[in-house]
């Protein structure tokens, strides 16, 4: 994903050479470290596509201001970091856009004093458990995920956020940090919201699905009719928390409790498959590329039944 976006923000910034003043020296050596792998922030990404926004309504003042604070950009520190939002510029963009797709009915806010510190120790504690009993896994969300976000709801807001990311923020993984209170809970949304960042970076050549957003259908996670897109990334999501349940029921690592808590936790999983798949199969347009995503996931949960 980050050699991706920086060949595609190489391609930006050269056409772009003469219509407007920006730091050319500086977008060069920033493509250049993406070309090679660096991993940057979450908000890289949201900066690309506002640049990209700002220059197809030919709004040359936006995308040099843009384009300045892509120049500010600096590497992520080695390693996964966890953490609350909070008031700097970077939380607020992250705020910014998370909320803009969830309506007026869900916020995404700074935690409580005090409940941030909490979240990041269970967040650590799930990663934890799956290193030790997922750990193949657990490579992966370390190679998706690269900021870990907690954040609190609103007074007035209608249902409850658990977990999302988002396309523009890829790399950064954002969790309610007063909810999956359980080693087994954490592990398991991790697995969740770390499938879709999965599935965003499979999509840099072609989309998953074919449907209209008009097209909408009963989804598994979700009360409300859902278009295509989110119906299968809901139901490959489930096959994957799935997945990290039965790798931690079979590792020997849990508590008898915990057995419990994966297997109940499991068997919600396989139900939520289960019901997305059929209005898949009955309705989803894929691609190549999603066809055999959603028939790994469709093997996978044929060959264990547990």
Known sequence: MYAELGRSLRHVSDQCRGRYPFDA????????????????PATTFARYYDLVVALL???LA?????????????????GQHAGPLDDSERSECYRLRMSADMGPDLTVNVPAAGIGAAFTKRF???????????????????????????????????????????????????????????????????AHESAHS????????????????AEIYPSPLRADLRPMDGIYHATFVSARMHWAMQQLIA?????????????????AD????????????????????????MQGARE???????
């Open 198 to 213: 999965l599935l965003f970076s499979f999509c840099t050549e072609e989309a998953l699905v074919l449907n209209d957003d």
């Open 62 to 78: 936006a995308a040099a201001d843009h384009h300045a604070q892509l120049a500010g950009e600096r590497p992520l520190r080695e």
């Open 57 to 59: 309504g030919d709004d």
């Open 25 to 40: 020296p500086a977008m060069d050596a920033l493509c250049a470290a993406l070309e090679s792998g660096t991993r940057y």
């Open 124 to 190: 650590g504690e799930g990663m934890a458990l799956l290193r030790q009993g997922a750990p193949s896994l657990a490579a992966e969300v370390e190679a998706i995920v690269h900021e870990v976000v907690g954040v609190a709801g609103g007074p007035d807001d209608v249902g409850e956020f658990h977990g999302g990311s988002h396309f523009q923020l890829w790399g950064a993984l954002f969790l309610n940090a007063v909810l999956h209170e359980t080693r087994i809970a954490m592990a398991e949304v991790i």
């Open 251 to 267: 590792s020997g690592v849990l508590t008898g409790d915990e057995i419990g808590e994966a297997k109940e936790a499991a068997a």
């Open 300 to 306: 996978y949960m044929d060959a264990v039944r547990a």
């Open 270 to 293: 396989r139900a939520n498959f289960e019901a997305g798949y059929r209005v898949v199969a009955e309705h989803g347009r894929l691609t190549r590329h999603g066809h055999l995503l």
